[in-house]
């Protein structure tokens, strides 16, 4: 999973370094960013790049989002997923009512979310649940779910 963006010249006018752009005009979380910078997933013209550093109009900035999370806090559970939507970026299912979106004490492996990470293990997918809606217990709905997302907030 790549993101591709080219500097424009107003971001040359607007931000002083490649960190502040990713920060403001391409709102990627700080957690997600120390993690990005960590794992050299950041290409400023084809070469790994220091954020603090400045850039051009034109130059090409790349990231780059095939890294390993940590998902070992949600227990995989083989489920039927009623999927609506795929893509490299988000999953969308169809949630029964009689279910619950996230694991708990009382859904500690039969949650949504335990389907999703049996999945996600499935097609070697090695990240975080993140669902991006809250459906009640009883609710029967459509469900999003990031693959990756620019925001680190997860299950």
Do not use: Q
């Not at 220091?50 to 989002?65: A, K, P």
């Not at 997923?81 to 039969?110: C, F, M, Q, R, T």
């Not at 949650?111 to 996600?120: A, E």
């Amino acid at each position: 999973m790549k993101l591709s963006y080219k500097i424009k010249k107003e971001d040359k006018e607007k931000y002083e370094n490649i960190h502040s752009l990713l920060r403001n005009e391409l709102s990627i979380s700080n957690r997600l960013l120390i993690k990005l910078i960590d794992e050299n997933c950041i290409t400023l013209n084809g070469s790994i790049c220091d954020t603090r550093n400045s850039f051009e109009i034109n130059d090409t900035l790349i990231i780059t989002f095939n890294y390993s999370e940590d998902n070992t806090n949600v227990v995989p559970t083989k489920m039927d997923l009623n999927i609506v939507y795929e893509d490299e970026w988000l999953l969308i299912v169809n949630k029964p009512a009689g279910i619950a979106i996230h694991p708990s004490i009382l859904h500690y492996a039969d949650s949504l979310s335990n389907g999703i990470k049996f999945y996600f293990n499935s097609i070697n997918l090695p990240k975080k649940i993140r669902p991006v809606n809250r459906l009640d217990f009883n609710t029967s709905r459509i469900s999003y779910f990031c693959k990756m997302c620019l925001y680190s907030r997860s299950v």
